[in-house]
Structure formats: C-alpha cells, structure tokens
C-alpha cells in the first residue's frame, strides 16, 4: 500500500510540475503556409474575401455536419463577419482591411484564444501563390490541450495546407463545371418586390451583388416580410461606352410592401413582359457567357429585343442553397417582343365584272351570290 501511495504522489506531481511547465509558457504563437491555386488572382480573391464560402474550403469547418454558422447582413470585404458554434465551441471572424486583388487581414477569436490572418496574393506560373499567416495569443486551456497534440504551430499549418488544398480542389473542379441552355420564349409575371438599386462600373457589379443580396435576405428575415419567390437582379442600365450599369436587388413579395421615407430599400412592381430564356448551371462567372448565348439565339432566330423591358437574373439555387457552385442555378431573361405569325388572306373570287363608275366591293370581303 505504501507503494501504491508513493507512485500516486509522484504521478500527482508530475502531472502538477508539467502543468505549471505549460502555463509558464508563452501564449504567443504564429504559423505561415503557402500553396498554389490554378485559377487566375481576382478569382482567388473574390472567394476568399467573402465568408459564405469558406465552408466549402475550411479543414476546420469540415469535421462534421453539427457546425451551425450565422453570416448576419455582411460577409464580403472590409467589415465582413462570421460566426460558428458546436456544442460549447464559439468562434468568430472579421474583416478588418481589404486590398484588392493583393490582401486581407482578419480578426479571429476562438474559445478564448484571439489571432489574426494575413492573406496574400500574387500571381505565378500556373495560376495564384496564396499565402496565409496566422499569430495570436493562446489562453491556459488552449496551452495545455495543445501541448498534448505536438504544439499550435504544427496543428495551426497542418489545418492551413489542407484548407489551400480544399481551395484548389473547389477552384479547379467546382467554378469550371458549367452548362448553359437556351430554353426559348417566355413569359415573366407581374407582381410586387422589395429592392435595392445601385448605379456603379461594370467591372463592380459582380462584386456588389454580392454585397447587397445577403442584405436582402437578411432584411427579409430581421422584419418578418414573406419571400415570394427567389431572389433577383434587374438591369435598368448597362453602358459598356460609358462604363456604367444600374441595377436593382430584389425580393419579390407576396403583397405591396410599403418601406419607410429614407430607406435604402424601396418598394416597386413587377412588370409582365415577354422575354427569351436561358439557364445558366454553374458558377456566376459564367453568367457574361450565358448573356452572349441568349444573343446569339436572338439573332439566329431573327427575334428583335425590347430595350424597354427588363433585363433579369434570378437566382434559382445560390450559396444559400448549396455550397458547391456547380450545382448553382441561375435564370436570365432577355426582354424581346413576341413573335407574330403571318396570316396569308383567302381571297374571295369576284364573279362580276366592275364599271368605271360603279361602287366597288373590297376584295377581302366575299360577295352574297
């Protein structure tokens, strides 16, 4: 019995002497790991900056299906957040500056333990060199669950070279998996929608519907307002001489809606019109490429566009929906006017013979024998 005691008294100290060895250590740490993604820097950027898709690249977001995430009304750029919880685990992540196509830094806290990532991006032979940093400052139970697994900066690069190899394999795979049909004439109905509209240069629309959509969803959601269909864009302008597109994000609602005098959300209606349409599956970077196949069929089929509709993008299934981009959907719809058929007339035979002065009878219009 004294034996056993003396061996419990050592172990009990042992397990004391270590744990005071670990929590005079230092919180500090920091971990660096670069890769190389086969897709072209603004590609690379624009899915990295925005939140929505770090579930699909993540290693840590990928350890189960229990993961609850919350967006809120922003996740793309500078001020962009996310949030996760799975049983006691809480964590966060912020974007707190933003250089485009170049740079992200982000704010993360996790359990306790807070740090910050530095993402870089330079092109490179075969696509795009990211490269991301990650230092931070543990607490004591971070420290001490650590220890036992061969340190942080070895978990933190293992956990960071997996993510860049999940975000090659999306890239090259997910964003260039794509089909487009024309699905000919159509009809959109009227209605009524919520809507944001934007004037901007071209090159940003893409970008800023992003931004606005999940505003949306979320403005939706925060006041209660019933959805009455799928989300959708409507370009109003779109001057490639001038570098300039208007556009308006929008939610169609199950009645008129009336909004407050000052709100970035006003209410509009839906206009019935006639429309070619084309479906898009796959990634919104092949959406200029639908746009060109719909033209292509207009003129083809000699049918005339009605610049004095509305051209439309509505998105079926979305990031919302599923996080695989090549299982997106998205319709778009070209005003055009509706085909008339041509009637040939039946002439009726005129049995007699007509005078100089005499009235005369329309020859569309059959004689009573």
Same mark, same amino acid.
């Given at each position: 019995?004294?034996?056993?005691?003396?061996?419990?008294?050592?172990?009990?100290?042992?397990?004391?002497?270590?744990?005071?060895?670990?929590?005079?250590?230092?919180?500090?740490?920091?971990?660096?790991? =670069?890769?190389?993604?086969?897709?072209?820097?603004?590609?690379?950027? /624009? *899915?990295?900056?925005?939140?929505?898709?770090?579930?699909?690249?993540?290693?840590?977001?990928?350890?189960?299906?229990?993961?609850?995430?919350?967006?809120?009304?922003?996740?793309?750029?500078?001020?962009?957040?996310?949030?996760?919880? +799975?049983?006691?685990?809480?964590?966060?992540? =912020?974007?707190?500056?933003?250089?485009?196509?170049? $740079?992200?830094? %982000?704010?993360?806290?996790?359990?306790?333990?807070?740090?910050?990532?530095?993402?870089?991006?330079?092109?490179?032979?075969?696509?795009? +060199?990211?490269?991301?940093?990650?230092?931070?400052?543990?607490?004591?139970?971070?420290?001490?669950?650590?220890?036992?697994?061969?340190?942080?900066?070895?978990?933190?690069?293992?956990?960071?070279?997996? $993510?860049?190899? @999940?975000?090659?394999?999306?890239?090259?795979?997910?964003?260039?998996?794509?089909?487009?049909? #024309?699905?000919?004439?159509?009809? +959109?109905?009227?209605?009524?929608?919520?809507?944001?509209?934007?004037?901007?240069?071209?090159?940003?629309?893409?970008?800023?519907?992003?931004?606005?959509?999940?505003?949306?969803?979320?403005?939706?959601?925060?006041?209660?307002?019933?959805?009455?269909?799928?989300?959708?864009?409507?370009?109003? +302008? *779109?001057?490639?001489?001038?570098?300039?597109?208007?556009? $308006?994000?929008?939610? &169609?609602?199950?009645?008129?809606?009336?909004? %407050?005098?000052?709100? /970035?959300? =006003?209410?509009?209606?839906?206009?019935?019109?006639?429309?070619?349409?084309?479906?898009?599956?796959?990634?919104?970077?092949?959406?200029?490429?639908?746009? @060109?196949?719909?033209?292509? *069929?207009?003129? /083809?089929?000699?049918?005339?566009?009605?610049?004095?509709?509305? *051209? =439309?993008?509505?998105?079926?299934?979305?990031?919302?929906?599923?996080?695989?981009?090549?299982?997106?959907?998205?319709?778009?719809? #070209?005003? #055009?006017? !509706?085909?008339?058929?041509?009637?040939? !007339?039946?002439?009726? &035979?005129?049995? %007699?013979?007509?005078?100089? @002065?005499?009235?005369?009878?329309?020859?569309?219009? !059959?004689?009573? !024998?």
């Amino acid at each position: 019995m004294r034996i056993l005691k003396y061996l419990f008294l050592l172990l009990l100290l042992s397990l004391l002497g270590m744990a005071v060895y670990v929590a005079t250590q230092k919180g500090d740490f920091e971990a660096q790991k =670069s890769g190389i993604i086969k897709a072209q820097r603004s590609t690379v950027f /624009d *899915y990295i900056n925005d939140y929505r898709n770090w579930e699909t690249f993540g290693s840590w977001m990928q350890k189960g299906t229990d993961l609850k995430f919350d967006y809120g009304s922003k996740s793309v750029g500078a001020g962009g957040k996310c949030s996760w919880q +799975r049983d006691n685990e809480r964590g966060t992540i =912020s974007t707190v500056h933003v250089k485009e196509n170049d $740079s992200i830094v %982000q704010k993360a806290f996790y359990n306790g333990t807070q740090s910050t990532l530095y993402w870089t991006f330079k092109d490179t032979v075969g696509g795009t +060199r990211v490269s991301v940093h990650c230092k931070g400052q543990m607490d004591l139970f971070t420290k001490v669950s650590v220890f036992f697994k061969g340190g942080i900066t070895g978990l933190l690069e293992d956990v960071c070279a997996k $993510s860049l190899h @999940n975000l090659n394999k999306t890239l090259v795979y997910e964003l260039k998996t794509y089909s487009i049909k #024309v699905n000919g004439m159509s009809q +959109r109905t009227s209605g009524y929608c919520l809507q944001q509209t934007l004037s901007s240069k071209i090159k940003s629309v893409a970008k800023n519907i992003k931004i606005l959509m999940p505003r949306m969803v979320h403005f939706f959601k925060k006041n209660h307002i019933a959805m009455n269909g799928k989300p959708f864009v409507l370009y109003s +302008r *779109y001057d490639v001489a001038h570098d300039i597109a208007t556009y $308006s994000v929008c939610i &169609p609602t199950t009645k008129q809606v009336y909004v %407050q005098p000052g709100s /970035d959300v =006003s209410s509009s209606e839906i206009v019935a019109f006639t429309c070619l349409k084309t479906t898009l599956n796959g990634d919104h970077s092949h959406t200029q490429e639908a746009w @060109n196949a719909a033209r292509k *069929y207009i003129a /083809d089929h000699h049918l005339k566009e009605n610049y004095a509709g509305y *051209y =439309s993008e509505v998105y079926i299934r979305t990031l919302e929906n599923v996080k695989k981009p090549s299982k997106w959907i998205t319709e778009l719809y #070209v005003p #055009v006017f !509706p085909v008339v058929e041509e009637v040939t !007339p039946i002439l009726a &035979p005129i049995n %007699q013979a007509v005078t100089p @002065n005499a009235p005369t009878t329309s020859p569309l219009t !059959p004689e009573v !024998p």
